[in-house]
């Protein structure tokens, strides 16, 4: 099943796959399960995890190289497209490939970064492993074996590294999902964020992430950043050793900051470490203004997107044509606002300025229309019908009506609705109990919006003495 995303941590891993003749087809394609579900939870990237396979075969080959496949879908349709090449298990000449292309920027290897490998293996090799693989964990390459076959338990374990019970699995093709988790948190020990690097990078933001170094309550950080170009603007924050993050903002769009980490303690050294971040272009804002929820006196402003870099929003609105403007001010962290007490039928120009933090004002405007105000119906009048039922009718309301709706509210017994079309201009009531009073309202419909409606309350007289009712309202 899908398993927690697995982020911060930054690392070439390179599979070395048994693609010879001594594997079979069957084998081959539960390891490719095995690798995929090995790496589904890893966030793949330039600054996070690069991946590469190299068949060993009679002649290894790179299946692609690191910087391929950045994201879990395309890595993801690679592994399963990968065919297996048979010949021989030249696993000596895989290795000492593999060595070349772990340091190869060509091969979308990075400078600095955790190397691991991952030999999946039947447990056979026709060539001598032992030098090349000693040169790769000479040259820091940490390297975990699966053997899906007997093997040589000495010889394995003196090619994985130190100690093999972390580092060597014994395990049935078919059972490889028993040992995803404990691989795979292995991987994790050696690639998740061992150096101070930045994530969440934003035009005036971004956050410090780095081992945990320190461990007395005493011991704390101080970290230094400046822009590159003015190292004489450095700028020093403390943070207790307990902490392995921090957000730095209010920094300047497409600015490049060197950063250091120096950790203080008083029993042991630490070397600071030093990374260099640039922050992303400035976006605008707004760079879209929405009018809508339109009616007679008022309509909803929004806008997109909001930016922390803004302090705060002004909206100038005034009817066309005309020079009468009036002003709304709305905080940075909201994104819209009603403007109301309004004209009906009137256009207005509506401009929405975001104030940034720096001072600087960009702005955009739009037109908005409010609607016509919906009239009411006339002459809303009452007649007896015979017992508990009357006949409601009244004139029809101005303009282009859709249709009407006849609310009565009973004084006992439950309200009812009634629409109708255009042309109709009475219904009847039933149900209405002598000696009750009832109200009664008729309301326009139109095609932007509701008319006004005209309500008149009416008394259900006992006997024969008929109904009573309001003046219109």
């Not at 594997?23 to 939870?41: G, H, I, N, T």
């Not at 822009?227 to 600015?255: C, F, I, W, Y």
Request: aromatic share 8%.
């Amino acid at each position: 099943g899908p398993q927690p995303s697995v982020s911060n941590s930054e690392g070439d891993l390179l599979f070395l796959l048994d693609s010879s003749g001594s594997v079979s087809y069957y084998e081959f394609s539960r390891v490719k399960e095995f690798m995929w579900d090995l790496l589904q939870p890893f966030t793949f990237g330039p600054k996070d995890v690069q991946t590469s396979i190299i068949h060993i075969s009679t002649t290894p080959t790179m299946e692609f190289p690191f910087d391929r496949h950045q994201s879990a879908g395309a890595l993801h349709q690679a592994i399963r497209n990968t065919q297996q090449l048979m010949g021989d298990t030249n696993t000596g000449k895989a290795l000492s490939y593999a060595k070349e292309k772990l340091f190869s920027g060509e091969a979308g290897a990075r400078p600095e970064v955790p190397k691991v490998l991952v030999w999946v293996t039947d447990g056979f090799s026709t060539d001598d492993i032992s030098e090349p693989m000693q040169l790769l964990k000479d040259m820091g390459v940490t390297v975990f074996i699966v053997s899906t076959g007997r093997g040589n338990y000495l010889e394995l374990s003196a090619a994985a590294s130190q100690p093999p019970e972390k580092h060597l699995h014994f395990v049935d093709v078919d059972d490889l999902p028993i040992i995803t988790k404990e691989l795979r948190d292995g991987i994790l020990d050696v690639i998740q964020a061992n150096r101070l690097h930045a994530v969440d990078v934003t035009s005036s933001s971004f956050r410090l992430v780095w081992p945990k170094l320190l461990s007395q309550e005493t011991d704390y950080y101080t970290l230094e950043y400046a822009p590159r170009d003015e190292l004489g603007k450095k700028r020093t924050k403390q943070v207790a050793g307990a902490h392995t993050s921090l957000l730095l903002s209010n920094l300047a769009p497409e600015t490049t900051y060197e950063v250091a980490l120096i950790p203080e303690s008083n029993i042991h050294y630490f070397a600071p470490q030093t990374t260099r971040v640039t922050t992303l272009a400035e976006e605008i804002s707004p760079a879209q203004v929405l009018i809508s929820e339109s009616g007679p006196h008022s309509f909803h402003v929004s806008w997109a997107p909001t930016l922390d870099s803004v302090n705060s929003y002004q909206i100038l609105y005034g009817p066309l044509p005309g020079n009468s403007v009036k002003l709304l001010e709305v905080d940075g962290k909201h994104n819209s606002t009603v403007v109301d007490k309004l004209t009906p039928n009137t256009t207005y120009l509506v401009t929405v300025t975001a104030v940034y933090k720096s001072g600087k004002e960009k702005s955009l405007s739009a037109k908005a229309c409010t609607q016509e105000e919906g009239s009411k119906v006339r002459h809303l009048r009452f007649e007896d019908m015979g017992p508990n039922t009357l006949k409601a009718s009244w004139d029809s309301a101005a303009g282009k009506v859709l249709g009407y709706r006849v609310r009565c509210r009973r004084q006992t017994g439950p309200s009812s609705l009634l629409s109708v079309s255009p042309q109709v201009h009475s219904v009847l009531l039933t149900d209405l109990p002598a000696g009750t009073t009832n109200k009664v309202c008729v309301k326009p419909i139109y095609k932007s919006q509701a008319g006004k409606r005209l309500c008149r309350m009416v008394h259900m007289q006992p006997g024969e003495l008929g109904v009573s009712h309001s003046p219109e309202a």
